[in-house]
């Protein structure tokens, strides 16, 4: 049977490349892929999860249609790797960072997608974003506001496949429930 591609999504700063990060060995473990995904920004920027690539080679790789999946979001181009087609017809699972604004594209070609939505409680997600120091106190209050319309859109819209995984807690009781989520289904893990 072919394997289920797992959509990770949630705002920015909420902790998607953490998550991944500290939960790799143990996916792999379970046979789940992780796909590096392709983007437009300086090789030094990016580490493990993703490789970095100039705007032309990536527009190259695009037309040779070396991507199952690609968009664009904050003036920068990502593409999921077409392996994932190869992986999933095997039979494993995939699991990628993904983009909300995206979702619906992605969920015309894979309808048996499984969504996770990691959400952030605003007050620590407002902490984190401040502590990062990349915006403004007026770009992160936008933001802000833009997250809470999404994740209310996103639940009203998608309740059945998706699954929500809070990260407002240590990352590590994140990493717990998102393990049990993919071994048991969300409902036992709540
Ligand atoms: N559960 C957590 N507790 C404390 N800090 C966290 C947690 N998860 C992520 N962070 C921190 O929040 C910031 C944003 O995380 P990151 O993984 O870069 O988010 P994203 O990939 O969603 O933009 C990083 O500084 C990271 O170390
Ligand atoms: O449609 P959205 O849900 O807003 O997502 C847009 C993009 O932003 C994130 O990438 P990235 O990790 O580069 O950004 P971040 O570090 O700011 O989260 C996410 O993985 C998407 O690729």
Redesign the pocket.
């Known amino acids: 049977m072919a394997g289920r591609l797992i959509y990770l999504i949630?705002?920015?700063?909420?902790?998607?490349?953490?998550?991944l990060d500290a939960a790799r060995p143990r996916l792999v473990e379970r046979g789940c892929r992780l796909v590096r995904r392709v983007i437009t920004r300086s090789a030094e920027a990016v580490g493990e999860a993703a490789q970095g690539v100039s705007p032309g080679q990536f527009a190259a790789m695009d037309a040779q249609g070396a991507f199952a999946l690609s968009w664009q979001a904050n003036g920068l181009s990502y593409g999921i790797p077409r392996e994932i087609d190869d992986w999933l017809a095997a039979g494993d699972d995939v699991l990628v960072n993904g983009s909300r604004a995206h979702l619906a594209q992605t969920r015309e070609r894979y309808p048996r997608l499984l969504v996770l939505l990691?959400t952030v409680d605003q007050a620590v997600l407002r902490q984190?974003l401040i502590?990062?120091g990349r915006e403004s106190q007026e770009d992160i209050e936008e933001r802000l506001a833009r997250n809470a319309r999404f994740t209310a859109e996103l639940i009203a819209g998608n309740g059945a496949g998706l699954f929500v995984l809070d990260?407002s807690?240590?990352?590590e009781h994140?990493v717990a429930r998102l393990l049990c989520c993919l071994d048991h289904g969300h409902s036992v893990c709540a």
């Open positions: 949630g705002p920015s700063g909420s902790g998607k490349d953490s998550l990691l984190r502590a990062r990260n807690g240590p990352l994140t």
